[in-house]
């Protein structure tokens, strides 16, 4: 597994708002990036269609750290098909204010009436505070779906949050037939002689792989805190 991580340019950055980062393009992570996932996706099903997108997107004229950011979640919804509007925060004037309060005011502002949290919100949100401003909190535990990934680990990508550093890349396992398992199902355990499946990669791996079944394999594993 290799982690494909943003150079940031970090001169003078300490106290910096993150609309306001920037990349540092002098280690040539774009060129990277892409040869990276060229050389692990090229023979998944739906490479054409993805590739060329993700190429485009790091190939705008634009050193902001927050237009690759938010240009990659536009993306990845637009490829899985969400439609949902997307509004950065900074765009509503809420004033001063921080953690459930500042939530709260974001959503008064977006028209809101539904929080969706993962699992672990449960300790930071008190639902009653939102009841109280006329909000719901919902909370949602995600299972890791399992789909046909057709390859070793080798080459698969996952991506870090901008400047994370490289993490080192997992050895490769002895090569092996892609095989699925006894009931035709992709194999989660490497039994068999197959690789196990690799959990928690970008969702590009998804895409490159599933493409327009993407989003439902992607919704299968909600499963909602009660």
């Known amino acids: 597994v290799k982690w494909l991580s943003v150079a940031i340019d970090r001169s003078g950055h300490v106290g910096t708002a993150i609309r306001d980062m920037r990349v540092n393009d002098r280690e040539g992570w774009r060129t990277k990036h892409l040869n990276q996932l060229r050389e692990a996706y090229r023979k998944t099903p739906h490479f054409d269609l993805v590739y060329p997108e993700v190429e485009t997107l790091l190939a705008q004229d634009s050193d902001r750290l927050v237009d690759f950011s938010t240009g990659s979640v536009l993306l990845c919804a637009r ?46 949100y008190a639902p009653e505070r939102f009841a109280a401003a006329g909000l719901a909190l919902r909370f949602h535990a995600y299972e890791h779906p399992v ?51 690799a959990p928690y990669l970008t969702v590009l791996d998804l895409l490159f792989r599933t493409g327009p079944q993407a989003l439902d394999i992607l919704r299968s594993g909600n499963r909602e805190v009660a």
């Not at 977006?110 to 300790?123: I, L, W």
């Not at 901008?162 to 490769?172: C, E, K, L, S």
């Open 79 to 124: 490829l899985l098909g969400i439609a949902t509007p997307v509004a950065c925060a900074s765009t509503f004037d809420v004033g001063p204010c921080r953690g459930e309060e500042k939530v709260i005011a974001l959503m008064r502002a977006a028209g809101a009436d539904c929080y969706y949290d993962g699992a672990s919100g449960v300790e930071l």
């Open 147 to 197: 789909y046909e990934q057709g390859d070793s680990l080798r080459g698969h990508a996952a991506l870090a949050k901008a400047g994370t550093a490289a993490a080192p890349d997992i050895q490769d396992a002895p090569d092996a037939p892609d095989t699925p398992d006894a009931q035709g199902a992709p194999d989660t355990t490497g039994a068999g002689g197959a690789r196990p499946f």
